[in-house]
């Protein structure tokens, strides 16, 4: 049970896992405890999410919080102000100034907490979030349920034929996989040459 930390020294937390694997639905869970305590939050999202609604922080399960839209991670350290605790969605698709911003903010004193796809569809780190982990306080990673056998699922696998790095969608566009069933499903050889250089 992850507990909201007790020094106001600043810290960043991350949010990591699958698609559908309920990381919005944390990052929320978060921020509404922090305003019942009665700090001031604010809450980001880039502007290339608009899945759900233009501006509002949205959860497969269509819960809800209200967020700003910023187009680049340095719009962030304009728009957080005096915040306490500073909510990041999506941060994946936010370009790689996010862990200077980060680290900014909560050098100022600020509680920040980022939720984001840890890999991409072909089982890469996605944007800034291997750095966000690094960078972090503490990391929360989250599982899906895999849609094919019912283990515990850590890939996204995409559905359509789309092959650009950035495409959003939802259950008719991803599915949650076990590595076993990404395995089976994905082009495993490449991967493997991609990243370890092996013929």
């Not at 990591?16 to 009665?38: C, D, H, N, V, W």
């Not at 967020?67 to 605790?85: G, M, T, Y």
Request: with cysteine.
């Amino acid at each position: 049970m992850f507990l909201e930390p007790k020094c106001h020294a600043g810290s960043i937390e991350v949010i990591s896992g699958s698609m559908f694997s309920g990381k919005t639905e944390e990052l929320i869970r978060r921020l509404r405890r922090a305003q019942i305590a009665g700090l001031k939050t604010a809450i980001f999202k880039p502007s290339t999410d608009t899945r759900y609604s233009q501006t509002a922080v949205v959860s497969h399960d269509k819960h809800s919080v209200q967020s700003i839209v910023v187009s680049k991670s340095a719009d962030i350290l304009a728009l957080a102000e005096d915040s306490q605790v500073i909510g990041i969605d999506e941060a994946q698709f936010f370009d790689n100034e996010l862990t200077a911003v980060c680290r900014t903010l909560a050098f100022r004193g600020a509680r920040v907490i980022a939720a984001g796809l840890d890999m991409d569809y072909l089982g890469r780190p996605f944007g800034p979030m291997g750095a966000m982990m690094c960078i972090a306080d503490d990391v929360t990673k989250v599982h899906a349920i895999c849609s094919r056998c019912g283990s515990v699922a850590q890939f996204s696998h995409r559905l359509s034929a789309d092959d650009k790095l950035v495409s959003l969608g939802e259950k008719n566009t991803y599915e949650p996989l076990c590595r076993e069933c990404y395995a089976k499903l994905s082009q495993v050889k490449e991967l493997v040459n991609d990243t370890c250089g092996c013929n």
